[in-house]
Each structure stands twice: as structure tokens, then as C-alpha cells.
């Protein structure tokens, strides 16, 4: 077990501010180069579909202080959601996110690629540590089932796989609406995100509607996804990969991982070495019936079981995004209501491997 040490909160998006409403929608990633990028949904009002811009702010201590936002995609109409990062090894940054047209929302959009209500998918990349960003380019015809009304990237991280048959592939976790069904499925790239395949969809039962879903690499190379489960169980729905992403098994309850159907945040901290297992994070409201009692889980053999855990917020806490700061710190940033709008706030986590879990925080399992 490590000793988990939980630093001071740090509010990274304050609501309202610089003229948004609301903050939302939280990603986080530590470059290649040791800068923090927060990423977040910058809304006019409350609403999901609220005029968004996608805003970033930059922090080269850690985290400790953080620089004034940037725009980095505003619609000319209509409204940016769903901001998911990930980073190639030769320092080029690749944000995907996703166009809702004005005066829409969720449940009033149309099926297709084309036309003035369908949701559409763009990229955007930066090569400069995000200090600067591309014009977008568009992949819904690439990534979007023709069928599907709604989808969405994330929100979050996606990842490079670095071993196996696949390795180099970057895969993004999408998840996707038709009808009144819900499934989840990867976009990945062989070409460094040039272009795009669709994985398929997810297989699950009936009385299960996966969402916002999040992957992370196994030792080996295969993909567990952890996802947001739409439906009435209040657990989170996980499903492995052994083909880079294109087919998953079936998705199933995790009876350990307590869920008030929200977002939540998987990251690969560590690899398993011939003298120490692999750590992998997981973090989520860890109620079946509130956004409430954040909680980080760590997991010591590969995502099967999450044998400690550290209280990080006692009170309102919904969407997260974890990274991984240095070999001994991870990094948190999280949606906290105060006054009736979510801010988003970034706290760290170090630990000491040798230690006991003495200033770690045990969260009861809701089964």
C-alpha cells in the first residue's frame, strides 16, 4: 500500500469568470515538456448546450498556480463540448471535442453526418505545448455511426498504446446515441492522427446504457474501459480489448465501484516491474445516489480490484481528470459546486511507496 498524501485545493476555473456562466467538463493532461494543460467547457449559462467555448489554462509548477484561460475553439454558432486529450511522442497534442448546433441539445438533434441539427466531431492539434492550436479539422464522417443522433469524445483522455501488435495506436473512448440506446466504441489511429477508424460498438445487455466511458492500457497491450453506466444499476460498467480497441467483450457491473451515473477517470500511473506491480487510478463520485464523496481508487493488479482509496472531496464532487505528474505525484482536477455553479478545482496526490496508507481515507464499497 502507498502513503497517500492529498495537497490543498487549487481552483483552477472559478464560475463565473472572464464572462462565462459556468465551468464545466473537466480534462487534464502534463505534456511531454512537464506543462499541465486544464482543459473545460466554457458555458454562457448552466445548460449542457450553453453557447460553449473550449478554454485552456497552463501551469509549469505543478499546479501550484495557473495562468490566466485561453479560447482555444470558439463556434461561430452553436456550442463546443466534450474536450479529450491526448499527447504523440513527438510533442504534437491532439484535442478532440464536439459541435452542437444552436439551439439544440441532447435529445433534439438529428442521425446522420450532414444537416443543421446533426452533431459533428472535430480535432484540433498543437504543437508548442499548447500554446497555439490548428484549425479543426472534421472526422464525423470518419468516427460517427450515420445512424447515431448524438456523440461525444471522453471526456477526458485517450491514450497512445505502447505495447503489443498495436503499439503506436492513439485510441479516443467515444460514446454514442441511436435512438434511445446507448453504446460506447474507440476511434484510433495508426497514422498519428491523420485519419480515423470507428471500433465497433460495445457489446451489453439490454438493461445496461454505457456513456462517457474512459480507457486505459493493460500490461500487454490490451484496453479496460471504464465507463458511465446511463442505465438504473448504480455501478460502473467495465469491458477489455485485446485488439487495439476494435472489439471490447461485453460490458459488465463492477460491484466495487459505486456510481451516482456520472463521468468518471482512469489513468495509468505506474508499470509493473519484476520488483513492483503496476498502479493504475480510478476516480469518481463513489455514491450510488450523489455526486458526492470523490474518491481516488488505485489498483495494484491490472484493474481487477481497487484495494485503497483516498477520501479527495467529502461533499459535492461530479466530473474528474487524472494524470500523472511525476513517478511520485498524481494530479486531479475536478467539478465542485459552490454557490450553485461547479467550479473546477486541481489538487495533487504524492505518495511514498514504502510507507503504510496511514493519511489515506477509507471509502466504504456500496454493492
Aim: charged letters at 15%; aromatic letters at 8%.
Amino acid at each position: 500500500m502507498l502513503s497517500l498524501l492529498l495537497a490543498k485545493p487549487v481552483v483552477v476555473f472559478q464560475s463565473p469568470a472572464w464572462g462565462y456562466d459556468t465551468f464545466r467538463i473537466p480534462a487534464l493532461h502534463r505534456t511531454n515538456h512537464n506543462t499541465l494543460l486544464a482543459f473545460a467547457e466554457a458555458r454562457q449559462s448552466q445548460a449542457d448546450a450553453a453557447g460553449n467555448h473550449i478554454v485552456l489554462s497552463q501551469s509549469v509548477d505543478n499546479g501550484r498556480t495557473w495562468f490566466i484561460l485561453k479560447t482555444i475553439a470558439k463556434p461561430e454558432s452553436g456550442s463546443f463540448n466534450n474536450p479529450t486529450i491526448v499527447e504523440l511522442p513527438n510533442n504534437t497534442l491532439i484535442l478532440h471535442y464536439q459541435h452542437y448546433p444552436a439551439n439544440t441539445h441532447e435529445y433534439d438533434v438529428a442521425p446522420g453526418h450532414t444537416g443543421p441539427k446533426t452533431v459533428q466531431s472535430y480535432q484540433i492539434t498543437s504543437t508548442n505545448d499548447g500554446r497555439t492550436w490548428s484549425d479543426p479539422t472534421n472526422l464525423t464522417t470518419q468516427i460517427k455511426n450515420p445512424e447515431a443522433h448524438t456523440l461525444a469524445s471522453g471526456p477526458g483522455n485517450g491514450i497512445i498504446l505502447t505495447q503489443g501488435k498495436h503499439k503506436n495506436r492513439i485510441v479516443i473512448p467515444y460514446n454514442q446515441r441511436i435512438g434511445n440506446r446507448w453504446f460506447v466504441n474507440m476511434a484510433f489511429s495508426d497514422d498519428q492522427g491523420k485519419t480515423w477508424q470507428s471500433g465497433d460498438p460495445v457489446p451489453a445487455d439490454p438493461k445496461l446504457q454505457p456513456n462517457e466511458v474512459q480507457v486505459v492500457e493493460l500490461a500487454g497491450g490490451d484496453i479496460l474501459l471504464n465507463a458511465r453506466n446511463q442505465a438504473s444499476a448504480k455501478n460502473r460498467l467495465t469491458a477489455t480489448s485485446r485488439d487495439g480497441g476494435k472489439t471490447f467483450t461485453p460490458a459488465t457491473l463492477d460491484p466495487n465501484l459505486p456510481d451516482p451515473t456520472c463521468q468518471g477517470s482512469i489513468f495509468r500511473i505506474a508499470w509493473p516491474s519484476p520488483s513492483k506491480p503496476g498502479i493504475i487510478a480510478f476516480s469518481n463520485p463513489a455514491s450510488p445516489t450523489s455526486r458526492t464523496q470523490g474518491t481516488l481508487r488505485l489498483s495494484f493488479d491490472e484493474g481487477k480490484t481497487w484495494p485503497q482509496t483516498l477520501l479527495i472531496e467529502p461533499e459535492s464532487f461530479a466530473y474528474s481528470a487524472l494524470t500523472k505528474i511525476d513517478d511520485k505525484t498524481i494530479g486531479i482536477l475536478y467539478e465542485h459546486v459552490v454557490n450553485n455553479r461547479y467550479q473546477i478545482v486541481f489538487r495533487s496526490i504524492t505518495w511514498d511507496s514504502q510507507a503504510s496508507h496511514e493519511t489515506s481515507h477509507s471509502v466504504p464499497n456500496h454493492k
